[in-house]
């Protein structure tokens, strides 16, 4: 099971938008809607912000939000803040009945 | 509140077995499975697993399915996770997760560091 394909790198000034692709296969981003996002800041562990494509748990700020497209999924923050500096994985349930995560994003506000 | 805590930092030598404990707590233990994930130093993340807490069974990750075993303990409602034969590239943080079979991996361990180095 090959890793869900992210960008290396998204950079953003604070209040600004910025997206984040993941992109997989008709195996599992493509198959299923369960598709996740975490945030992992460092030396911590991840934490779940985006569950079921788009849903948000608890907690979480709405600035965040997550569609899917085909084999594509994206996670959008608005109005960028300092503390959402962080690497971002996104995450899918495959045909095989395992999880596969995406190669990661570093974001970075300028 | 759902707490997951992880057993300590470990080192251990090429070809030996490792065995991380979590232990769960802040909700009915049998109404979630639970993962494993690892993170290799500067890497990303990888799957390595899933246990039913409800029955036992387990789906592991092709890449470490011959060398890994998870188990449950109800009683404690502890769950471990067993790597066989460890090489220098297991080297990584380990996760316990609450989740797993489709549903969203939720709460996390605060993570157990295994060191493999002769």
């Known amino acids: 099971q090959s890793a869900l394909t992210q960008p290396a790198s998204v950079s953003g000034s604070p209040g600004q938008s910025i997206t984040i692709s993941c992109t997989g296969t008709?195996?599992?981003?493509?198959?299923?809607?369960?598709v996740s996002w975490y945030q992992q800041h460092p030396g911590k562990a991840p934490k779940l912000m985006i569950y079921?494509?788009?849903n948000r748990p608890s907690g979480v700020p709405d600035r965040f939000s997550g569609s899917k497209s085909g084999n594509t999924a994206s996670l959008s923050i608005s109005g960028l803040q300092a503390e959402d500096e962080a690497d971002y994985y996104c995450?899918?349930?495959?045909?095989?009945?395992?999880?596969?995560f995406g190669t990661g994003t570093k974001v970075t506000v300028l | 509140q759902v707490q997951l805590v992880q057993s300590g930092a470990e080192v251990k030598k090429p070809g030996a077995s490792v065995k991380v404990s979590c232990k769960a707590s802040?909700?009915?233990?049998?109404?979630?499975?639970i993962s494993w994930v690892r993170q290799a130093p500067g890497q990303g993340l990888e799957w390595m697993g899933w246990?039913?807490?409800?029955?036992?069974?387990?789906n592991y990750a092709q890449t470490v399915q011959d060398r890994v075993t998870m188990t449950t303990a109800t009683s404690t409602t502890t769950v471990y996770m067993e790597l066989r034969s460890l090489r220098s590239d297991d080297t990584a943080m380990y996760f316990c997760?609450?989740?797993?079979?489709?549903?969203?991996?939720?709460?996390w361990g605060q993570g157990t560091l295994v060191t493999v180095s002769s």
């Open positions: 997760v609450r989740g797993g079979y489709g549903g969203p991996l939720d709460y």
């Open positions: 802040g909700y009915t233990f049998t109404d979630y499975g």
């Open positions: 246990i039913s807490v409800y029955n036992g069974n387990t």
């Open positions: 008709s195996s599992d981003v493509g198959s299923y809607n369960f």
């Open positions: 079921e494509v788009s």
């Open positions: 995450s899918s349930y495959t045909s095989s009945s395992t999880y596969v």
